[in-house]
């Protein structure tokens, strides 16, 4: 991918692009720039066939007003290219200048262009994601089954813990005696573990599902086997590096590494920050990576449960009669994909 520095004069012609921008550098004023030059010099392309995203309605606010400003101020400056008391060649807004240096067949044109522009401007899809998507999903609700009357979602939060609490419930209420729970804890079964889960298999995009690799696992292990028997690192703090030793010892599980409250142990954040960091100790960076495979592997329970849980979620909210954001998006891919 070839790298330029971005003028606002370039051809439309071009290939999609992307433009990378820090805050404070005129992003806003470019797009606004951008949807003027496509109404004025693109024939075919009217105000509502340019789709304009933002993230907040705040911002999707000044975006439309910033867009309409800018289309007045082209449609002023097509009118009279060459304003009393300005002098020939002043170029105060070189964008501007660029748009009227046509001939007087194609000023016109650009000049009719922007007036049907202004005109329809209510009709310009300038919004937020989640406001383009319930418009689209509204304008297609007979093909994509859309029930009338939904309420968004801002937060799923809720809903996950209930089905979070209702699988523990379950797991719980199925376990034989006190063994049977530890190892189901062990597994990663546990309240933080199945929130992280369900979070991940609720998302717009459901996620590939896959046991937990044991190879991997025990490949971790090992190497993290052979760091601790290495010489001591003056960089390990010898408390930490004690205390990863017994847990080690004691099995290595998951549910080892956190406190009651389901928080990483000291050893276990000590360890997990440092082993991520450039240069990190050989027992820092095995522990490190060990977390990392434990905290991504997910056992037979945890598969079935996130399985399930994308379907409950969806059942749980269409009984509220609400749509969560990323149920939207899905729903709206389906559509555009179909």
Do not use: C
Not at 17 to 24: P, T
Not at 31 to 49: D, F, K, N, Q, S
Not at 163 to 189: F, N, P
């Amino acid at each position: 991918m070839s790298v330029a520095t971005w003028r606002g004069n370039e051809s439309l012609a071009e290939p999609a692009r992307l433009l990378e921008a820090s805050a404070g550098t005129g992003k806003t004023w470019q797009i606004a720039h951008l949807v003027t030059r496509w109404v004025a010099e693109a024939p075919g392309v009217p105000i509502e066939r340019l789709l304009v995203i933002t993230f907040t309605n705040a911002a999707a606010a000044e975006l439309r007003d910033r867009v309409r400003r800018r289309l007045v101020a082209a449609r002023d400056r097509l009118r009279d290219p060459q304003p009393a008391g300005a002098a020939e060649g002043d170029e105060q807004d070189p964008r501007l200048a660029d748009l009227v240096r046509v001939d007087d067949a194609e000023r016109r044109e650009r000049l009719g262009r922007l007036e049907l522009a202004l005109g329809s401007f209510d009709l310009a899809p300038i919004s937020t994601i989640h406001g383009f998507s319930q418009r689209t999903l509204s304008e297609l609700a007979f093909a994509s089954g859309q029930e009338p009357g939904l309420e968004l979602l801002q937060d799923v939060a809720p809903v996950l813990r209930e089905q979070v609490l209702d699988a523990l419930a379950r797991a719980r209420a199925s376990a034989t005696d006190h063994d049977a729970l530890t190892l189901l804890e062990e597994a990663g079964y546990e309240p933080s573990r199945l929130t992280s889960v369900a979070k991940e298999a609720a998302k717009a995009v459901a996620p590939r599902l896959l046991p937990a690799g044991v190879g991997e696992l025990e490949a971790a292990r090992a190497a993290l086997a052979a760091a601790l028997q290495g010489p001591v690192d003056a960089r390990d703090d010898a408390r930490s590096r004690t205390a990863l030793a017994r847990w080690f010892a004691e099995g290595a599980t998951r549910a080892g590494r956190l406190d009651g409250k389901g928080k990483p142990r000291a050893f276990a954040s000590r360890f997990g920050a440092e082993g991520g960091q450039p240069g990190a100790s050989p027992v820092a960076a095995a522990a490190r990576a060990l977390f990392d495979v434990q905290d991504a592997a997910l056992g037979d329970d945890l598969v079935e449960f996130a399985r399930s849980v994308r379907k409950a979620v969806e059942r749980e909210l269409r009984r509220r009669g609400a749509l969560s954001f990323d149920a939207m998006l899905t729903r709206l891919a389906e559509r555009i994909e179909a």
